[in-house]
């Protein structure tokens, strides 16, 4: 039996994460050596079986701290429940609650983010970089999206460079 990959698609709603979703999710989905699960918004959830993907319908909320609560609690019950073996986000935040039986994408830089006026931006932007370190200290991977992104995460979250051996993949243990 092929390893089950839930691939948690719900913060991938615009942007870089919808792009995401848009072009790399079908070629996973299409790959062979593992089964993945697509765990999208209701909304999210046509566009990605048109694109070839086995999709579970899930409704978390809409924005904000609730979603980081419902990644937290929700992803790990749907991936004992659905016999996953991972969960994937394609997000800088992953369920911090699944420790190595998680991964994630780290692709928003944090230096392009620290320009963002507003205090509400620079909340969001201090929460998403302290929880993105944590994420990247318990997921057994972190995908970056460029080299120079890997240096920005070497220096952010001060991670060990044998972590960061290839360019687009950080290895833990």
């Known amino acids: 039996a092929r390893p089950r990959i839930l691939l948690n698609a719900v913060q991938s709603k615009v942007g870089g994460g919808r792009v995401y979703l848009e072009e790399v999710a079908p070629r996973l989905c299409r790959a062979g050596a593992l089964e993945w699960l697509v765990l999208a918004r209701p909304e999210q959830a046509r566009d990605l079986e048109d694109r070839g993907c086995p999709v579970v319908v899930v409704h978390p909320p809409p924005r904000g701290g609730a979603v980081f609560r419902w990644n937290q609690t929700e992803i790990p019950r749907l991936a004992r429940r659905l016999g996953a073996s991972m969960v994937f986000t394609p997000a800088n935040v992953g369920s911090l609650t699944l420790g190595r039986r998680s991964a994630t994408l780290l692709r928003n830089s944090f230096?392009?983010?620290?320009?963002?006026?507003?205090?509400r931006n620079r909340l969001h932007w201090t929460a998403q970089r302290v929880l993105t370190g944590?994420?990247?200290?318990?997921?057994?991977?972190?995908?970056?999206v460029s080299a120079s992104?890997?240096?920005?995460?070497?220096?952010?979250f001060r991670v060990p460079a044998a972590w960061l051996a290839d360019p687009a993949l950080v290895r833990h243990r």
């Open 149 to 156: 992104f890997r240096d920005e995460v070497v220096r952010k």
């Open 111 to 119: 230096e392009a983010a620290a320009s963002w006026r507003g205090w």
């Open 134 to 144: 944590w994420s990247v200290r318990r997921a057994r991977w972190a995908l970056v």
